[in-house]
């Protein structure tokens, strides 16, 4: 069964040293980012510099760096899906050093009412997907143990927001009414791709991630409104909130 993944006693056979030789550090904080505007943005507007690549079968995938005010912060457009997010994530820290990870998304509401206009910073993610349970011991909700950090930033800020659960999946057009009651009544607030693997992960090899989300589109029990959506996927000001939550917790 797939929660019975985890397996702490085994060694690896596979190592990231077999595809990228000797672990490189160049860097400490990273951001992923998940929107192809705000990654373009983030190009332009700074000084970057690659230093290293995502490497696969269908391409390389370049992580650059810049400096703000003195710091040295890395960033890469990630692939989306929990796998494949929390892959990048173990590479990028293979490749440049980087253990602090500041991660900003969208996600879908599943509290309209709760969620509209503010921030979502998730307490805990329920496990509807496959990689966490290679990387963390089998449970239904993983815990985002920096959410505390996070919203003393936002609190510092004034910035609206509200704390809650959030619901993983890598089931794409497999939230189900039924799946959407079952959660909600959970007090899951949001629906996003990555959260739950990316956390496992960054638990499991010991980097911080730091995470916070903005809602687009809704679900109802009955409904699916999308309009909000391209909005909440790349709207540059969760850059500028990145760089604030760097700053101000002195990553």
């Known amino acids: 069964m797939i929660t019975d993944s985890f397996d702490i006693q085994g060694k690896p056979i596979v190592n990231l040293s077999?595809?990228?030789?000797?672990?490189?550090?160049?860097?400490?904080?990273?951001?992923?980012?998940?929107?192809?505007?705000?990654?373009?943005?983030?190009?332009?507007?700074?000084?970057?510099?690659?230093i290293g690549e995502i490497n696969a079968s269908n391409g390389a995938f370049p992580i650059y760096?810049?400096?703000?005010?003195?710091?040295?912060?890395?960033?890469?457009?990630?692939?989306?899906?929990?796998?494949?997010?929390?892959?990048?994530c173990m590479i990028c820290n293979w490749v440049t050093g980087a253990t602090k990870f500041v991660m900003f998304g969208s996600a879908g509401?599943?509290?309209?009412?709760?969620?509209?206009n503010k921030f979502i910073i998730p307490i805990h993610s329920y496990r509807d997907e496959g990689m966490s349970y290679h990387y963390a011991p089998p449970s239904d909700y993983i815990k985002v143990k920096n959410a505390n950090?996070?919203?003393?930033?936002?609190?510092?800020?004034?910035?609206?927001?509200?704390?809650?659960?959030?619901w993983t999946t890598d089931a794409v057009l497999r939230e189900t009414n039924l799946q959407y009651n079952k959660r909600k009544k959970e007090g899951c607030i949001a629906v996003d791709m990555e959260l739950a693997g990316v956390q496992?992960?960054?638990?499991?090899?010991?980097?911080?991630?730091?995470?916070?989300?903005?809602?687009?589109?809704?679900l109802s029990e009955g409904t699916y409104n999308v309009d909000g959506l391209k909005e909440a996927n790349h709207n540059i000001n969760k850059f500028h909130v990145a760089m604030n939550i760097i700053e101000e917790l002195n990553l």
């Open 18 to 50: 077999d595809f990228y030789g000797e672990q490189q550090f160049k860097v400490e904080v990273c951001l992923i980012t998940y929107s192809k505007e705000i990654y373009d943005a983030i190009l332009r507007e700074n000084k970057c510099e690659k």
């Open 149 to 166: 950090k996070v919203t003393e930033v936002f609190n510092k800020l004034a910035l609206p927001f509200i704390e809650g659960k959030v």
């Open 200 to 218: 496992a992960v960054c638990d499991f090899h010991g980097f911080e991630l730091f995470s916070f989300l903005v809602t687009g589109d809704v």
């Open 65 to 88: 760096q810049f400096i703000y005010k003195g710091k040295a912060v890395a960033f890469y457009l990630s692939a989306i899906g929990s796998m494949l997010a929390s892959q990048y």
């Open 109 to 116: 509401s599943l509290d309209n009412e709760r969620t509209f």
